[in-house]
């Protein structure tokens, strides 16, 4: 389960590693031969110093990467900025805004439904780079979470801490059904997790809003219920709000407000659309058009 999460959600990895990798080159150069008694070939030398070149030149091809002069439209700060603003210019390269804003506000939806002590290690900052992979494994991860026993010692004794914890995490397993991220989220997801500290989601994700916002690609979009929408009136509306917002990115947040009266209401800037649930596409239509 662990590595197949890995392969979808740390190509960050590599691109660290790469950079890593220049310190290790650096000292194979450094290291004296001579010691284990073996003299190379003039030939055999030329050979070794073209391979360490060429590993050199990759890094500073890869570090160069790294530091692509993407302008940010406002200023972020700390730790939550750097995450927020590399996911930024991963979208600028890739122009997936709209999947990646959809894919936060999803994956930040079902870390509010699930049983606290699940969402903890999105909470806390008490784990280690490992037990951060082994949490988010256990969220997204494909198939099915198996018997208690067959987990690794991580999930058993970090994450789950107790069998008797299982239906928590397989009732959460359900809320992240269907959760695919794309190769940004997937790169922000893998780096909060790689530096042990998934309790920066919320905020890393709200300041790439922001980012999106001070940009111009990106909208406020507010959904206000008397109860908890369905997942069907979710996906409703969700896929409706694009088609009116003349190609800005819907940032959509929800509320439950008892006041509202069994209906809808959807605020998108100054302008707010009532309905009920039933009606709400229709209704969307007629105010937006």
Known sequence: MFSSLARRVAPVVARRGAVSARPAVRMAVARPVGCSMRWFSANEEDVLEKRIRDVDNKVVEAEAAMKEDIPLPARVSGINGQF??????DSVRSGNFAANCEQLTTFANALTEI???????FESTSYAPEDCWEGLALLIGEGKL???DSLSDIA?????????????????????????????????LGGLCEV?????????????????????NGVDVKVVSAVDLSAAQVKKVEKILPNFLEGATPIV????????????????GNTVAEATSDAVLRQVCQTFE
């Open 196 to 216: 042990g500290r998934l309790d920066l989601f919320t905020k890393a994700k709200n300041a790439y809003f922001n980012l999106v916002k001070a940009a111009g």
């Open 84 to 89: 927020a603003a590399a996911l930024y210019r």
């Open 253 to 268: 947040s929800y509320e439950v407000d008892p006041t509202v009266l069994g209906g809808v209401q959807i605020q998108v």
């Open 156 to 188: 058993r004794e970090v994450i789950i801490a107790d069998k008797e914890n299982m239906p928590k995490f397989e009732a959460a397993r359900k809320a992240f059904a269907g959760f695919k991220p794309t190769d940004d989220v997937g790169r922000f």
């Open 115 to 121: 049983d606290p002590f699940v969402r903890r290690v």
């Open 146 to 148: 198996g018997q208690f």
